[in-house]
């Protein structure tokens, strides 16, 4: 293969990725919900950082256990008061990253 079949062959694989990823956003934006709804909605990335994070928080460092809670803590406080999922993440691993380095 050539290098112009290999561009051809990423550009199909990216549009075959990104089409199912792009179509329910597209139909679910046009919908309406009800107000329960929506608001189940908006916690799913909430749901999904929660169930990335608690696993993590038993494994972070096995003689050190209290590191991983106060990533946890950190990371729950901040999606306590809804702030972006990213900035949870970022603050959590700052915190563990401090603790590595002073304690």
């Known amino acids: 293969m050539n290098s112009f079949e290999y561009a051809l062959l990423i550009l199909g694989m990216a549009l075959v990725t990104y089409i199912p990823r792009m179509l329910p956003s597209i139909i679910i934006d046009k919908m309406r ?10 916690l799913i990335p909430y749901t999904a950082i929660s169930a990335l994070v608690f696993p993590g928080v ?3 460092d096995g003689a050190n256990p209290y590191i991983g809670i106060a990533g946890a803590i950190t990371a729950g406080a901040l999606a306590w008061l809804r702030l972006p ?14 603790q590595y380095t002073f304690l």
């Open 58 to 60: 038993f494994f972070v």
């Open 85 to 98: 999922v990213i900035a949870c993440v970022l603050a959590a691993v700052a915190v563990n990253f401090l």
């Open 33 to 42: 919900f009800g107000a329960k709804t929506e608001k189940f909605l908006r």
